[in-house]
């Protein structure tokens, strides 16, 4: 099983959307996911455990040495499908 590390500003309102998100398509292509989430400032801390990190807004460290998605794009819906590939190839 995959883990997703999802983050946001506060770990609550877009990252919520996003996880439900990236849990749908992974459920649509019969991909086991284990999808969390957490505010950016934690993201340190716990991304060594996750097999990708997705953010809603920018994020770079030098600590992180896991793949990173932005996923703006899955609140706008704007390059939504791209997005949702993306991770999809980062997580088979």
């Known amino acids: 099983m995959k883990r997703v590390l999802v983050a946001c500003g506060n770990g ?7 996880a439900s998100k990236i849990r749908e398509a992974c459920e649509d292509q019969g991909i086991d996911v284990n999808v ?3 505010k950016l400032m934690e993201v340190e801390s716990k991304a060594s455990d996750y097999d990708l990190l997705v953010t809603t807004g920018k ?3 030098s600590e ?17 499908e791209e997005t949702i590939e993306e991770i999809i ?4």
């Open 59 to 61: 994020f770079e460290s």
């Open 64 to 80: 992180v040495s896991i793949p990173i998605v932005g996923a703006i794009s899955l609140l706008t819906g704007i390059g939504e």
């Open 36 to 38: 969390s989430q957490c």
């Open 12 to 18: 609550i309102a877009t990252s919520t959307v996003v």
């Open 89 to 92: 190839n980062h997580i088979k």
